[in-house]
């Protein structure tokens, strides 16, 4: 299929603005990524447009409590990524957390290096009130960005909620980052984002207590029941120096190629599209009843009609849906 008609099924506003962005014009890559975040009208169509190219890019999930380091490993690597002429593209998801504040602007001053670099885009992402609406609205904002031709895309997330871990799960190769002085902590580290890890990294392991928390990790490794053939190495950085960043990307090659066997990295896409496509649904019928006036007031006032036996929600929810239903 040539590139033409595939671009050619949006309408031409969009296709102007796919086709800028990806000729490598940053301003046309911010707006779509805007738009996209802002749910605006043209969102669909820019990322209907913008999926057919992606696909190929790898996608690494930075992962792991608040401020341990994970901008400055994001960072880190991609410099490294660059300076080997590879593209990259970061979506931060900044938990505007009450744990360490100013880490949007940490990450602005950090980033300010890469300013005038056409290979590399950074964009951050608040936290939306809405559950689940971050998992989506990031994992669109990676389709635009790996559109524009980067060719790793960094997704870095605190560890902390159940929506961060489903971002993390959009990743090919997940790395959870963990810091001395946490001890016993790490089994109390939310298990779910244990369970995520492709690669540990111990950073700060400038401090003490490196030891104690890498064999916490293989610990737990130990009593894990099921690992396949992948045990996820435990990789120790400091990330203010660059210190083990070069043996980090190499853990992220290498369990990039044990993914290309045997059709995993396909099984583990299929698995996430899978939870996305439900999303998806899900979101866009949600969006579609809101359209026709399921208000969050509307939807109060019904609650109150079904706790009070003025309506059962067992009849309400198929007239609901009814309308949406082409017989
Ligand atoms: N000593 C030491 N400090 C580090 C290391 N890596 C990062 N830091 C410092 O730790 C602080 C937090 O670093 P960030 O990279 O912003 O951490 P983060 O995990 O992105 O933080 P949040 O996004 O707020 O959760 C900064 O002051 C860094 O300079 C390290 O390896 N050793
Ligand atoms: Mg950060």
């Not at 031709?149 to 997940?174: H, P």
């Not at 435990?234 to 290498?254: H, P, S, Y």
């Not at 599209?273 to 006032?301: C, P, Y």
Request: glycine share 10%; with cysteine; aromatic share 4%.
């Amino acid at each position: 299929m040539n590139t033409e008609t595939r671009v050619g099924s949006c309408n031409p506003e969009v296709t102007e603005l796919v086709a800028r962005l990806r000729q490598g014009d940053v301003r046309a890559l911010a707006r779509a990524v805007s738009l996209v975040e802002d749910e605006a009208p043209s969102a669909w169509q820019i990322l209907s447009c913008c999926f057919s190219y992606t696909g190929s890019a790898m996608r690494i999930g930075i992962t792991g409590s608040p401020g341990g380091g994970k901008s400055t490993l994001v960072d880190g690597l991609a410099r490294r990524f660059r300076g080997q002429q590879t593209t990259v593209g970061v979506v931060a998801v900044d938990p505007t957390s009450p744990y360490t504040g100013g880490a949007i602007l940490g990450d602005r001053i950090r980033m300010r290096d890469h300013e005038a670099d056409p290979g590399f885009y950074l964009r951050s992402m608040a936290t939306r009130g809405s559950l689940g609406g971050l998992a989506r609205s990031s994992a669109d904002v990676a389709v635009v960005i790996e559109a524009s031709g980067k060719q790793r895309l960094l997704i870095e997330t605190v560890g902390v909620g159940q929506d961060e871990i489903d971002i993390a799960r959009l990743a090919d190769v997940t790395v959870v980052v963990l810091v001395p002085g946490m001890g016993d902590d790490v089994q109390s580290l939310k298990a779910g984002i244990m369970e995520i890890a492709d690669i540990f990294v111990v950073n700060k392991s400038d401090r003490d207590g490196a030891d104690h928390v890498e064999k916490e990790v293989r610990a737990m490794q130990s009593l894990a029941a099921e690992h396949g053939s992948w045990i996820p190495p435990v990789v120790r950085t400091i990330a203010t120096t660059g210190a083990g960043i070069e043996e980090l990307e190499q853990a992220v090659d290498q369990f990039w190629s044990w993914l290309a066997q045997e059709e995993r990295l396909i099984a583990r896409r299929e698995t996430h599209w899978r939870a996305r496509l439900i999303d998806m649904v899900r979101h866009e019928l949600l969006r579609e009843l809101r359209g026709r006036g399921l208000s969050d007031q509307a939807l109060a006032k019904i609650s109150h009609q079904v706790v009070t036996g003025q309506q059962n929600p067992y009849q309400l929810v198929p007239q609901l849906l009814e309308p949406l239903i082409r017989r």
